[in-house]
Structure formats: C-alpha cells, structure tokens
C-alpha cells in the first residue's frame, strides 16, 4: 500500500503563487507515474499534470501550461505542483494521484486552493 498527503492549499489572490506537496509513504516503487487532479465545485475531476517517479515526462492540462511546474523528490519521496499566475478558475479541491504500472491508483485527501479575483 501507498499512503499520500497533501498540504501546501489555501487562500491567494489573483495573479499569486502557492506550491502543493505531497508526501509518499509505504510500496512507493510500485509507482510510475505520480498525477495531480483537480474538482472545482459541481464539476468532474480533471488532470493537471503528471510526471513519471523517475522524473521523466512531464504533461501538463493546457489551461495551466507555462504556469504550473510539476516536480518530484525521489530522495524524499514528495510530489510537488508550483502554480504560478493562480487565476480564480484554478479554485479547487486538489488531489495527489500515484498510478502503479498495472493502472490501480492511489489518492490523497485532498487540499482546497482558493483564489479570489
């Protein structure tokens, strides 16, 4: 089993920054490639990014393309997410999702971002 925690949301203006962790714990080499996601109220969870535990191949959503960078710790096996230029549709639940190599998935709980206009 893999156990993953996010942290780093909360409440930025317009145009301001914040960066998202989040920690692995336990078979972290069954993983391949670690995802954000995102669920704005009343809407499905989407992709943001991805990139593989490596640190390879990194994919982005375009709507946060040149503003987001998605970045991993091997030696400390944290996920990160730097948003940048934060615009208030980017409002949202945002989850941390680490795919194993047969496509099962683990997910975090999940860490609110606001952003007021």
């Known amino acids: 089993q893999v156990r993953l925690v996010e942290s780093g949301g909360g409440l930025v203006q317009a145009g301001g920054s914040l960066r998202l962790s989040c920690a692995a714990s336990?078979?972290?080499?069954?993983?391949?490639?670690m995802r954000w996601f995102r669920q704005a109220p009343g809407k499905e969870r989407e992709f943001v990014a991805s990139?593989?535990?490596?640190?390879?191949?990194?994919y982005y959503v375009d709507s946060v393309k040149g503003r987001f960078t998605i970045s991993i710790d091997n030696a400390k096996d944290i996920l990160y997410l730097q948003m940048n230029s934060l615009k208030p549709e980017d409002t949202a639940v945002y989850y941390c999702?680490?795919?194993?190599?047969?496509?099962?998935?683990?997910w975090g709980q999940g860490t609110q971002v606001t952003v007021s206009s």
């Open positions: 336990g078979r972290t080499f069954t993983i391949s490639v």
């Open positions: 990139i593989t535990w490596n640190g390879d191949g990194r």
């Open positions: 999702n680490g795919r194993r190599a047969d496509g099962s998935d683990y």
